[in-house]
DNA sequence: TTGTATGCGTTATCAG
DNA sequence: CTGATAACGCATACAA
């Protein structure tokens, strides 16, 4: 009945016989409140079908309740490894729900050089977390601003070495290391390494776990069965071509993430119908296709999901407190979560003599 | 240098020696300026690097300038297909940012019962996309009392019947109808269904263009040809032993979506090494996954992508007529995209005698 | 414990 | 074309 007409403040005061601040006190909480008066302002408020305006509210305030969530600029859609993001967003989301905070996905455009600040000028957001972010001058210097205009902020998944900026990231080296240390344990020696674009850090970082790897069994990285993809399926599939061509010296193939793997097994699989050559590989992200393809492929897998609830409760304090947001992160800038390698088919040892 | 610094209106306003209406006047564009005055301010105001609050504006024009999203509650969040709400997303979120709106992510909790006005009643949004809504009796409430409310909404990928409410789908009858014809071209003819959850208004409009192409033909449904999983992978994958049970009479499955394609195949490779029995199969979504797996797998594709952009057109439009947004839909209720058969190997004829 | 009064930063109305 | 000025709906310091 009453459900639809627009019910304000003031009339839940009058009804209630209270003033709209008392009734501003009860609705938020604050302040030493009659448990009479309390109980008949919700029930007026109830009553009338009262809905305070979160708008008028984050006005006031001077917060809009929002979390910023960046997101790269993805020309083509499909391109994109949507399992990444995918998580993520459920992580924050659900994270920062329960502290009645809301997600406001702001995607990036291609063209203009990144600019965070005004966000927090425009007041649409009280904190910001960077998703997909690439070591790029002008992304540095983005950051560096933002930095600088002490808004509490966060990168999630990638290092900017030597600025300290406050990241939740993914101890990737270690996942590497890990990956490959278990390909050697199965015997194999000349370990080929497809990594991705050296703009994101985790590139860097999977290259040294790589190298960590064989330098712990006293070998080294061989210039010639290192391979750079762009993280796309095709360019795993392109790849497969050249590392055919050198299959005599190579007995297992890293891979930095699951869908390069995957073109690459398609693409070597045509090439090398002769199952005794096979290379073994290990792919990244451990996402769905990799118990999908053939054979199902062994990953490191990454918490993507918890990446995201990490990054948001960081936010969530960092919003809380109503002092220098920034303040938190002065001791701990960097968060790092263990990944996990997930054996499969595809690196199990050959059985044959 | 005065970057750091926050300007206040009036500082721009003093500068520019205007007063503060004007310079409202010249950042939104509005009312007859003249050209000098105009250059002024926004010297000034570019010199002093002000930035208005998009907040107070927001609460001055009763207009959050955000189109909400609402998505489902996923217990665990892997188990959704992040494919889908990726590219719906991606859709929205570039279609508003040209419109200077930006997108709220609201993520449903699992308990509440679904009530959508209040996201309006407290300004968070000025229109609302529903993605991946359920026909539940809960559900169809919430949106029709949110219709009786007048504002602007639209659900995506589902129809609920007999309600008119605007919705932005895909012919699922006719992308169905297609696939089962494409198999009957392929000299088919004992084709099982492998159905999602009949909740979801899809599942129907699948089995309508199952059993129209069929009858094309001069040919019925078979019940017990007829499966139901949860669109999930395991589900797929354990439906493949009933189906494996009855290869005899079963020469190809139209499987409701790729992931729970992907499980049916797997399981069937492992139950039926014998290549000569293996059925044809054809899965729904054209997700990443189709062509990974092996044989790749024919799928109809769907304008996700495109969805997105549609719904978040018609919301932007429904904003923009401050009068009742509601009109809009009015006289086109329900907007359908076209979906699209991608044949692959999977469900082409078989080279034997 | 509660009421009063003021401010939040814009937009928009109404004179001039 | 431009300048005052009143909302906008709520929070909060200050009074009572």
New binding site residues.
């Given amino acids: 009945m009453s459900g639809s007409i627009i019910a304000?403040?003031?009339e839940v005061?009058d009804l209630a016989?209270?003033?709209?601040?008392?009734?501003?006190?009860?609705?938020?909480g604050?302040?030493?409140?009659?448990?009479?008066?309390?109980i008949r302002v919700l029930d007026a408020a109830n009553q009338l079908g009262?809905?305070?305006?979160?708008?008028?509210?984050s006005?006031?305030?001077?917060k809009s309740g929002n979390i910023g969530v960046v997101l790269p600029y993805i020309p083509k859609a499909r391109l994109f490894s949507s399992y990444y993001f995918s998580e993520i967003l459920s992580g924050m989301g659900n994270t920062v729900r329960e502290q009645g905070y809301d997600l406001l996905v702001l995607f990036r455009s291609g063209e203009e050089t990144p600019e965070y600040e005004s966000f927090f000028r425009m007041?649409k957001v009280d904190a910001l977390v960077v998703l997909g972010a690439k070591d790029e001058p002008g992304e540095r210097e983005a950051l560096r601003k933002l930095r600088e205009s002490g808004h509490p902020f966060i990168v999630v998944n990638q290092h900017f070495d030597g600025e300290n900026f406050p990241e939740v990231d993914v101890d990737h080296e270690e996942g590497s290391r890990m990956a490959v240390e278990h390909l050697m344990d199965q015997g194999y020696r000349s370990i080929a390494f497809l990594n991705g674009p050296l703009t994101y850090s985790n590139s860097l970082d999977r290259f040294k776990g790589f190298e960590k790897a064989l330098q712990q069994r006293g070998l080294e990285p061989d210039d010639r069965l290192l391979f750079e993809g762009n993280f796309g399926r095709r360019s795993g599939y392109a790849i497969g071509d050249d590392i055919a061509k050198r299959i005599d010296e190579v007995d297992a193939v890293f891979v930095a993430n699951d869908r390069m793997a995957v073109g690459l097994l398609q693409r070597l699989r045509e090439l090398l119908p002769d199952q005794e050559r096979f290379p073994a590989i290990v792919g990244y992200d451990d996402s769905d296709s990799a118990d999908i393809c053939v054979p199902p492929l062994s990953s490191v897998r990454v918490p993507f999901y918890e990446m995201g609830e990490l990054a948001a409760r960081l936010m969530l304090t960092a919003c809380e407190d109503s002092s220098n947001g920034a303040e938190v992160f002065k001791e701990h800038p960097r968060y790092l979560l263990q990944a996990e390698l997930i054996v499969r088919d595809s690196s199990k040892k050959r059985t044959g003599g």
């Fill in positions: 304000t403040r003031r005061a016989g209270v003033s709209e601040a008392t009734v501003s006190r009860v609705l938020n604050v302040g030493p409140i009659k448990e009479e008066t309390r009262y809905v305070p305006s979160n708008l008028a509210r006005f006031a305030r001077r007041q």
